[in-house]
């Protein structure tokens, strides 16, 4: 069965880095384009970036445009998301995500990781 | 950007009632719409994608319609295990945006 595990959460200082892991299972992860999603405390969902099946588009959210680098590993079967000068409101769980597309580009979100929360706080 | 617009944010419904949620889009995004629920401490599941396709294994319960900036979820029959916050989310371009979601409580 389709799998997303999020790892790489945590405690951060406003200003630093944290590098989030989503390990994939269950699919041909090389035929799909997986998304970062965010919820902060209480909030609503918001997309965060997207890269391609073969990694070779990558898209970002303005508010992390410069900051976030989505990365992806197809002999491993792993999203990453590096995540530089942290800012409070960057607080969330952070989801990735299936796009349902085969070799597409981006449609619907049809497999969800549990999630992994980044605190940004001092 | 395109901003989704979701009412009502909260209803209150009986079992077995039909309980209808809108969607409206500041432009046109065709049927580039999908919809998910979310249950407290969840990851959210997709319900429907282009704006009236049932995913795989939801019951059929589900539904929904729309095209162009105006779209509708609609549950014909609540059930107790329904009771959660519902999203809508464009796909017409980039960024995605979500809805600002619907909570469905039991009355």
């Known amino acids: 069965q389709v799998q997303l595990v999020e790892s790489g959460g945590g405690v951060v200082q406003p200003g630093g880095s944290l590098r989030l892991s989503c390990a994939a299972s269950?699919?041909?992860?090389?035929?799909?384009?997986i998304h970062w999603v965010r919820q902060a405390p209480g909030k609503g969902l918001e997309w965060v970036a997207f890269?391609?099946?073969?990694?070779?588009?990558?898209y970002y959210a303005d508010s992390v445009k410069g900051r976030f680098t989505i990365s992806r590993d197809n002999s491993k079967n792993t999203l990453y998301l590096q995540m530089n000068s942290l800012r409070a409101e960057d607080t969330a769980v952070y989801y990735c995500a299936r796009d349902r597309a085969v070799f597409g580009f981006y449609s619907a979100l049809d497999y969800w990781g549990q999630g992994t929360l980044v605190t940004v706080s001092s | 950007d395109i901003q989704m617009t979701q009412s009502p944010s909260s209803l209150s419904a009986s079992v077995g009632d039909r309980v209808t949620i809108t969607c409206q889009a500041t432009?046109?995004?065709?049927?580039?719409l999908n919809w998910y629920q979310q249950k407290p401490g969840k990851a959210p599941k997709l319900l429907i994608y282009?704006?009236?396709n049932l995913e795989t294994g939801v019951p059929s319960r589900f539904s929904g319609s729309g095209s162009g900036t105006h779209f509708t979820f609609t549950i014909t029959t609540l059930q107790p295990e329904d009771i959660a916050t519902y999203y809508c989310q464009h796909y017409d371009n980039l960024p995605l945006t979500f809805g600002g979601g619907t909570k469905v409580e039991i009355k």
């Open positions: 890269i391609r099946f073969d990694g070779s588009n990558k």
């Open positions: 269950g699919f041909t992860f090389s035929s799909y384009g």
């Open positions: 282009d704006a009236s």
């Open positions: 432009q046109d995004i065709s049927i580039y």
